[in-house]
């Protein structure tokens, strides 16, 4: 190869035309490596930070090999198979293929729940070449005899650790199974836990492996910084930060839905426009927010981890943190969603007390602290009696088990009642029945 363009990579010239109309001269380090491998028909293991292009990685090679061979005579069947964790993200390859493919001949479609299926089963209906889908939705429509599989020349699981924590191993394990065993197969993911790697020996047979960026690690193009701030101090510090007209498009992360809401309402009451999106939306709601912040008629997309993966918005100038995320993996993934192919960008994360213990492992994880803005408050490392806090806001400095001893707790006989005794042995006195929870036979005696 004498020259590092798509060009040189040998794709069909169709796709060539796409890729020129985008734009796109010189492939990403993972779509370099990994598209002449997929050409020769190798399967992949594919470890890349979000961002870094690898849906091109795929996308170009398969559309190339579909456009070389004709199907079946019949009606069209799915001869590739992209499996996606959130619809979002499904939605998303969906543009990329149809873009991609914009001038062959063939068919595609995507498959998500949320919504009515009847679209999407007239779509499968007319015949598809290439079928993106999550795995709740395309396992209901092969019980229904909507799909079948048994066409499928390339399956594709995208996001592979996500997949895993959202609960979809047995889903996919079972579309795994209804596809050919002569495919190619390709699998891709941010980090390579235990699961994941189990998978892939299940899925790929003699896989290359192409590892673009050390797992986990930030873009290098990012800048990290942190605010030590109560949580009763987050509202009010958000909407200071956003008074600089420097943070032109932002992601605020919260962890739960109801949070999600709040801080959007908030900001809206501040002038700031903002959409919340989260799982509790529904499809339509959950489209229309990120039409507004794409089109830039909101400033801010105040989000949940379902944004955290394969939501591509150009132009991201900051990711806030609002509130922690639990796993420090979510970390990575969330601030990828700045400083995108190869641009600069800024991540800043609120922390309070009771979030220390996931600031520790998000440290430990990216292997760098991050900058504090200001000053670490004294009180931030302790529970206020002068005990570290752990992550769940409880002190290390007492139990924390069913039967603590905490005022208000459950006792462990009724007020008044007969203190248990072993038998044989005296009667415990009320003191040592509270230290001693009562279980069992023991706690009927007590009653």
């Known amino acids: 190869m004498t020259d590092n363009s798509f060009p040189e990579l040998g794709l069909a010239d169709p796709i060539q035309r796409a890729l020129i109309a985008r734009n796109h001269v010189i492939p990403t380090p993972i779509q370099m490596r990994a598209i002449p491998e997929l050409l020769a028909g190798r399967d992949m293991l594919g470890i890349a930070q979000t961002g870094t292009g690898k849906t091109a990685a795929f996308a170009l090679p398969i559309l190339h090999q579909l456009s070389r061979k004709r199907g079946t005579n019949g009606p069209r069947s799915a001869r590739a198979l992209v499996l996606a964790p959130t619809r979002e993200l499904a939605i998303q390859i969906g543009e990329e293929f149809r873009a991609y493919g914009q001038h062959l001949p063939l068919r595609q479609t995507v498959i998500y729940g949320g919504v009515n299926q009847k679209s999407q089963v007239a779509a499968l ?43 979809f191993v047995r889903d996919v394990r079972k579309i795994v199974a209804a596809v050919p065993k002569t495919r190619q197969s390709l699998l891709f993911s941010a980090t390579m836990p235990r699961e994941v790697a189990r998978l892939s020996g299940e899925m790929l047979d003699d896989p290359i492996r192409v590892e673009v960026t050390p797992q986990a690690t930030p873009i290098e193009h990012l800048e990290q910084s942190l605010y030590h701030v109560p ?64 089109a830039g008629s909101a400033r801010v997309l105040v989000a949940t981890d379902i944004a955290a993966r394969g939501i591509d918005v150009d132009g991201v100038s900051h990711v806030i943190n609002y509130e922690l995320p639990n796993e420090p993996e979510g970390y990575v993934h969330r601030i990828g969603r700045t400083a995108r192919a190869g641009a600069g960008g800024v991540a800043l994360s609120f922390c309070d007390p009771a979030e220390r213990g996931y600031l520790r492992d998000i440290e430990r994880l990216v292997r760098r602290p991050l900058t504090v803005i200001g000053e ?9 009696r002068g005990k570290p806090r752990k992550a769940n806001g409880k ?53």
């Open 125 to 167: 209906s007319r015949g598809v070449d290439i079928v993106i889908a999550t795995p709740g939705r395309l396992l209901d429509l092969m019980g229904q005899r909507r799909l079948g599989l048994e066409a499928v020349e390339f399956l594709v699981l995208d996001e592979a650790d996500r997949m895993l924590d959202m609960g």
């Open 376 to 384: 670490e408050p004294a009180a931030a490392a302790s529970d206020g």
């Open 231 to 294: 949580a009763a101090g987050k509202s009010a510090l958000l909407a200071n930060i956003l008074g600089d007209p420097a943070l032109s498009r932002v992601i605020v992360f919260t962890r739960t839905k109801h949070r999600a809401n709040r801080v959007a309402a908030h900001l809206s009451k501040c002038g700031v426009a903002a959409e919340a999106i989260h799982g509790n939306k529904s499809q339509g709601a959950r489209q229309h927010a990120l039409k507004q912040f794409r």
């Open 395 to 447: 002190s290390n400095g007492k139990p924390n088990g069913k039967f603590a001893g905490k005022p208000g707790g459950k006792p462990s006989g009724k007020p008044g009642g007969k203190p248990w005794r072993k038998r044989g042995g005296p009667r415990a006195t009320a003191a040592v029945a509270n230290d001693r929870p009562a279980t069992g036979r023991r706690r009927r005696r007590a009653a």
